[in-house]
């Protein structure tokens, strides 16, 4: 049994919070360095501005995800997703991040205040750490969510076809250029949630193959997809200069044989996803 | 000078790029609901809509600055009509629009225009004042009047009804 306490646990998140929120990923940054089509300018300016004085690249500053691969043998001193909640209360009411959060979605969609609750998956893992990815997923890009039950007989073609009408159709309403995160096998829930998975950088997917070696990565697929991406003429911002999506990942988990599941996560060019790793 | 600003609009053409500098009312989804249930059960609007411009947006404010940007116009496209009879000159959000919406703007002529999402640090330094105008309790989802100074705008559906996208 190995221990870890839930303050360091706290204060990592924390800063990976603010940090998510402010300072731009670097290959995003490099990706603009080229282009000089419509809001050039202020997009690079955004970026600086941020880094600078700790403001957020977005308003929307989204709902927080937790994806978190605990070792089995791993103690911590206080419940997990008290932890998390507790980071991002405080971050989000301490930096004037939005609060973007309603209870009872349905009908009284009354503000909670402190962007709480947040979203948490945990899996166990056979290795004495915890590893904490985190998205700050915006509104905009989590509403092109969505997921297809396909017929196991369906044709490789068609599903490159349906994945790409997908994008087509949407993808200027998701602040592009996005990423495209692609989930199939598993069930209805699984392949949503291995879109969303796929939606981490790739050196963060790499690991996803040790901490479940079912996990499967269909990289020949990603690469057709992306050059199936790169003749859509949408654009930065949707207005057709640039590229519409920055990079794709399928992952992909056993199914059943009457099942084909196929999910489709999007994020917004911000990428604002980071993993903490505590040993 | 009003008449200037619409007309200002109205002659705006598709791509084109404008610094705006004057006033605009923030509102989105459930503000744009309850004006709609609010006139349909034949009580006064909190507000004039008359010779507006809308952003549809939900602020956060950092460090005494009103960190802003917009949202997804798609999905105030249900309200569209309803803001135009009130006399609406002018939308501003992101992304692409439903064709009946693109052909409203250009029936009414009404342009849609666009400014930069992801960008809500530099759209905070455009932001000189706000108020709260109606329904404070709903926080980000309220209505506010802001100033704004060469707040930078794309005309994306003209008056004309061409369309950038």
């Known amino acids: 049994m190995k221990t870890i306490d839930s303050k360091i646990v706290y204060e990592r998140v924390c800063n990976a919070l603010l940090d998510v929120n402010t300072s731009i990923d670097p290959r995003v940054e490099k990706l603009f360095e080229n282009y000089d089509g419509p ?11 941020a880094r600078t004085s700790k403001m957020p690249l977005c308003q929307d500053t989204g709902i927080v995800e937790f994806f978190v691969w605990k070792g089995y043998n791993v103690h911590l001193t206080s419940p997990l997703k008290d932890t998390l909640e507790q980071s991002v209360r405080e971050v989000y009411t301490g930096s004037g991040f939005r609060k973007g959060i309603v209870s009872d979605p349905l009908f009284e969609r009354k503000n909670t205040l402190d962007n709480t609750p947040v979203i948490v998956h945990i899996f166990e893992i056979d290795k004495p750490i915890i590893d904490i990815w985190m998205i700050a997923k915006g509104g905009g890009s989590e509403n092109l969510s969505t997921i297809f039950m396909l017929q196991p007989s369906e044709s490789y073609e068609n599903v490159l076809k349906i994945i790409v009408s997908h994008i087509e159709n949407n993808a200027a309403n998701a602040c592009p250029p996005i990423i495209v995160g692609v989930g199939i096998g598993g069930t209805s829930d699984k392949a949503i949630l291995l879109s969303k998975l796929a939606l981490f950088n790739p050196s963060t997917i790499e690991l996803l193959h040790r901490y479940d070696e079912k996990i499967g990565e269909y990289s020949q697929m990603a690469n057709e997809l992306q050059k199936c991406f790169s003749n859509l003429k949408i654009g930065v911002q949707g207005l057709g200069i640039g590229p519409t999506v920055q990079r794709t990942n399928v992952l992909n988990y056993p199914t059943h044989i009457a099942t084909l599941p196929l999910a489709i996560s999007v994020d917004c060019y911000l990428s604002r996803t980071l993993s903490v790793v505590i040993e | 000078m009003q008449e200037d600003l619409t007309n200002t609009f109205r002659q705006a053409r598709v791509g084109e790029k404008i610094e705006y500098t004057g006033s605009m009312l923030v509102m989105r989804d459930i503000a744009q609901k ?3 249930e609010i006139d349909k ?26 960190v802003i940007g917009p949202t997804t ?29 693109e052909l409203l703007c250009a029936k ?23 108020e709260i105008v109606a ?3 709903l926080g980000p989802e309220a209505i506010y009047r802001i100033e704004v100074v060469n707040f930078p705008l794309l005309v994306a559906v003209d008056a004309f009804g061409r369309s950038v996208f």
């Open chain 1, 39 to 49: 809001f050039a300018r202020e997009i690079k300016e955004n970026m600086n501005i």
């Open chain 2, 34 to 36: 309850r004006l709609v």
């Open chain 2, 41 to 66: 059960s034949g009580m006064m609007l909190p507000l004039d809509l008359k010779d507006q411009v809308i952003f549809y947006a939900g602020p956060t404010f950092v460090k005494g600055h009103m």
């Open chain 2, 73 to 101: 116009s798609k999905r105030m496209d249900r309200f569209l009509e309803f803001i135009i009879s009130k006399g609406v000159i002018a939308t501003i959000g992101k992304g692409k629009r439903t064709q009946e919406a």
């Open chain 2, 108 to 130: 009414h002529k009404v342009p849609y225009l666009v400014t930069p999402s992801g960008c809500a640090a530099y759209l905070a330094s455009c932001v000189t004042r706000w």
């Open chain 2, 135 to 137: 329904f404070e309790e």
